[in-house]
């Protein structure tokens, strides 16, 4: 009885319906694939703004450098960037976060600014016509700067910090 069963099962799927395969289908494959990268984490407390307990340091500025462009396949096939700045600042001053995009040569191509007043995450997206500022971005600088209000001092409670990522959207196709 088992082997009857079996062979019932097998001529079915023998004698089953198919549909015909289009390989050439293959040919046209479409993947949407978003990858993420961390840029720049910083924290900073009061007296990374003073100078013998005084208030005098009111800028501070970092870069670094970005040469993922330099490959030909990303150049391609990337669609889209968004670059995400999260803060926190429980210190008892507002700032201003400048981040500054050049070229390899040192031309500046872009300024996306925003203060800790602002709800956070800030959120700069380059797509289209200004696809071309971030693809041919090879240094990003951040300056942070400090705004007017109560001076800090040594014993000035909190801090400010800022983590950013990239988030990369592509369109492959074959």
């Known amino acids: 009885m088992r082997k009857i069963t079996l062979l019932v099962i097998a001529m079915l799927i023998f004698v089953s319906c198919t549909k015909d395969v289009d390989f050439n289908q293959a040919n046209d494959i479409q993947i949407s694939p978003a990858v993420e990268l961390s840029l720049i984490y910083t924290q900073a407390y009061a007296s990374n703004f003073l100078v ?49 995009f050049y070229s390899e040569t040192g031309a500046y191509l872009h300024t996306y600014s925003f203060t800790t007043q602002e709800e956070s995450p800030h959120i700069a997206t380059f797509e289209d016509n200004n696809l071309n500022i971030i693809k041919n971005t090879n240094i990003l600088e951040f300056t942070i700067t400090l705004l007017s209000g109560e001076p800090l001092t040594e014993d000035t409670p909190g801090s400010i910090s800022l983590q950013s990522k990239a988030i990369f959207y592509f369109n492959i196709e074959s």
């Open 52 to 100: 013998n307990g005084v208030e005098v340091a009111t800028t501070e500025t970092d870069f670094i450098e970005v040469d993922i462009f330099n490959d030909q396949f990303i150049n391609d096939n990337v669609t889209k960037v968004d670059l995400h700045f999260e803060t926190e600042n429980t210190l008892p001053r507002e700032f201003l976060f400048n981040v500054n």
